[in-house]
């Protein structure tokens, strides 16, 4: 699918599974946020939409005023973190990278870069600017030697 031309309705009909839609005070910021720091891509970027992708895995970023019709409007913080209770987790992205990759992006690193053997995984909890707990995380076999020497 060209994530870039594809019609809204089109869009929206090939979603499956679990789809995700997260609201943002600053789409641009967010976007900058996700691709600067986790690698991901991004399409249709406006001020109220864009599509980002995740191991082929789209999901959606829309503006708060776009949503003013919508009955989650009137619940949404003015300011301070949104989403509490809910982790983002993405599989496959190198959580020490994400972690050198902060400085200049309002995000807040919660948990640092941290072997979790019980998971088998390394991972970090990151909070981005518009407060979302992000969670990437690799494999432990992923890494030569002792995970907890990497940088």
């Given amino acids: 699918m060209d994530y870039e031309t594809v019609p809204a309705q089109a869009f929206a009909q090939s979603l499956k599974g679990l789809s995700v839609n997260l609201l943002c005070r600053d789409v641009g910021r967010e976007v900058r946020f996700l691709t600067g720091v986790f690698g991901l891509t991004a399409h249709r ?14 999901f959606q970023l829309h503006a708060d005023r776009s949503f003013a019709a919508h009955p989650l409007f009137a619940m949404l913080p003015e300011s301070g973190p949104r989403g509490a209770g809910i982790e983002l987790r993405l ?38 600017p518009e407060g979302y707990a992000w969670v990437p995380s690799l494999p432990l076999s992923a890494f030569c030697g002792r995970p907890s020497d990497r940088p």
């Fill in 45 to 58: 970027v406006s001020d109220d939409f864009a599509i980002l992708v995740h191991a082929a895995m789209p």
């Fill in 91 to 128: 599989p496959g992205v190198d959580p020490d990278l994400a972690a050198a990759r902060l400085a200049g992006h309002e995000a807040m690193l919660l948990a640092a870069p941290a072997d979790k053997t019980g998971h088998g995984l390394r991972e970090a909890v990151i909070l981005c």
